[in-house]
């Protein structure tokens, strides 16, 4: 039982332009979550969080919004760079907890 | 600064054998994860570790599974006997509990492969 979903195992997005990743939860008890990224033979890398208190938060290029009542997060970036071409998780976990449950992530692929 | 950091990076053994994981955290870090990846199910968190103490083994698949963390610096995760289908990269990390929210920080991972 996934608690936290990626449904899009693989993204292609053309250099500069916008890459959209998508996220979605079940469980209404999570109010912090992150992404992470994963570039191959090397560990997950945090990117970006976000509390519940939020609905959105922005580093950069970087920017995630979340929607509560949809259950639903998203990982904006613009412009998209070749460089960002890695696997990017979301994970969620309740404040004051350390279990974080992990999506099975999004491969971005970013075309020069 | 060091970051975590796992051995053996890469372990290719035989099914029935003893496999041991190994990883120290960042210095200064209270609370270790292990967590295991595979492509059906992403990284599930196996067990975690508080100031040496194990918090939540829930994740743990079966009794084949064992973790300890004898100190602050080092942890282990054993599987013995291993099979084929423990076949995954195996990735430690590690936080400082004190700092609210603070993102944990991954090691580089152990492939592992059981023929």
């Known amino acids: 039982d996934q608690q936290v979903k990626q449904n899009s195992p693989s993204l292609s997005v053309q250099e500069g332009r916008i890459s959209i990743l998508n996220c979605d939860y079940t469980?209404?008890?999570?109010?912090?979550f992150l992404w992470y990224k994963k570039y191959p033979a090397e560990g997950p890398t945090f990117l970006i969080s976000?509390?519940?208190?939020?609905d959105k938060n922005e580093d950069g290029r970087f920017t995630v919004f979340l929607n509560k009542s949809a259950k639903h997060l998203s990982l904006h970036i613009v412009p998209s760079q070749p460089g960002d071409s890695a696997v990017y998780f979301c994970?969620?976990?309740?404040?004051?907890?350390?279990?974080?449950?992990f999506g099975t992530g999004t491969r971005l692929k970013v075309l020069a | 600064d060091a970051g975590v950091i796992q051995s053996p990076r890469h372990e290719v053994t035989e099914m029935g054998q003893e496999v041991t994981l190994r990883c120290k955290p960042i210095?200064?870090?209270?609370?270790l994860f292990w967590y295991r990846q595979t492509m059906m199910r992403g990284l599930e968190l196996l067990i975690y570790?508080?100031?040496?103490?194990?918090?939540?083994d829930s994740g743990m698949p079966e009794d084949r599974f064992s973790a300890k963390m004898p100190n602050a610096s080092f942890s282990t995760l054993k599987i013995q006997p291993s099979e084929p289908r423990d076949s995954a990269v195996y990735f430690c990390?590690?936080?400082?509990?004190?700092?609210?929210?603070?993102?944990?920080?991954f090691g580089d991972g152990t492939r592992l492969s059981i023929l």
């Open positions: 994970a969620a976990h309740t404040s004051g907890t350390y279990k974080y449950i």
């Open positions: 976000i509390s519940s208190i939020k």
């Open positions: 210095s200064g870090h209270d609370y």
């Open positions: 570790f508080n100031n040496n103490v194990p918090i939540d």
């Open positions: 469980n209404s008890m999570f109010d912090y």
């Open positions: 990390a590690s936080s400082l509990g004190r700092i609210i929210n603070q993102p944990q920080h």
